[in-house]
């Protein structure tokens, strides 16, 4: 196996690098307090061809390969994990649902802008009693002639303000269980569609997190997305590429706060020494070092089989749900280094911890990815 990477990723992560420090960096404090997503930013980082993703060119993408893929998430993690999972939008639930389950018009009403970084998308599947147990939902779809009227509630929902589009799930028979579940493509101006945004969450700030409220909305049938009864299909195929990014995300968020645990380390003196020069403080960094190498192996290596048409649902999970715990691990040492100063939101850190705990939560609880991981290993699952 070659871990060397190809002359065209090094180019492009320098370029994604470049537009984290110059671009994204002196604005991140800002946005992330006032809880607001930098749509001129995600605007810039399309034009650089960063929102493309995976997505095949003729439908606005970039065309990268997972590996790829992957490490751009990264180095745009490291400054920034919001607009990281901006240009992870196309790639991941939204933008690959309509790639693999759309149809031509579908594809370039939706998917193009997408990948083009001039709209962002709204992937609403939680409701406030379904959660992880996303094939109880109450959500109804009834068919009326050439639509659809849909009636429910979605909640924590990102990117609910500046949503272009919205993919969503309503079952059209709640008794037949996941295989009612039905996904459409929903436009935020639609009669019926109510919007409302969660202030105060203690990370993913400038993600716009909120609830979607559909009371009678008239989805034309041409908005479907795959047939009725596809949707739970449609959604589980599509979060494989969504753990990938997450994934991706909190291996970035790793490097930052090692490299800010390790400036803080160097440059903090108690009793005359550098706080660097003590074993414990050395033992924290060792673990941050070991947690950001295997974290990011696991996340190429998902994308590599990826790359190779090898199905990577258990390797997805794994990836997920083990960079993200030791993403919180990594947050919480770097935290600790920082002493008192870590609470200060003038250094960085703090942001990276409250962050990292909802990575655990995101794209599958890391409860529900320990099952599905045990599961695929015993047999029980395909
Ligand atoms: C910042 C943020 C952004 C989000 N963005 C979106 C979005 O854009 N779109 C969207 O649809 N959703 C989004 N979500 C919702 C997220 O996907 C859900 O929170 C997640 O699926 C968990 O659902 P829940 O919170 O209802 O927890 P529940 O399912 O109620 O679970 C509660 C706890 O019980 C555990 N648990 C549940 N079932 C089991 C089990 N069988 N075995 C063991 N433990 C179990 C869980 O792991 C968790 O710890 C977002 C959430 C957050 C915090």
Redesign the pocket.
Known sequence: MDFELRAEQVAICDMARRFAVERIQPRVRDYDREETFPLDLYAEMGKLGLTGGVVPEEYGGAAMDHQTYALVIMELARTCQAMAGAASWASGVGGISVLRFGNEEQKQKYLVPLARGEGPV?????ETH????VASMKTRAVREGDHYVLNGS?V???MINSCRWILTFATVDASAGRKGITAFLVEPDWPGVGRATFKN?I??RP?E?GELVLEDVRVPVANRLGEEGEGFRIAMSSVENGRLGVAARCVGMMKACMDLAIDYAQSRTTFGEPIGRRQLIQSKITDMAVAYETSRLLVLQTAWKKDNGDRARQDASMAKMYASDALMRVAEDAMQIHGAYGASDEYEIGRYWRDAK?MQ????????HR?LIAEYALGYRG
Request: no cysteine; charged share 20%; aromatic share 10%.
């Open positions: 709204a992937f609403a599947l939680t379904t959660g992880s147990d979605k924590w929902i990102s969450k990370g993913f993600m997190t909802l939560t995101i794209e599958g609880s890391n409860e529900i099952s």
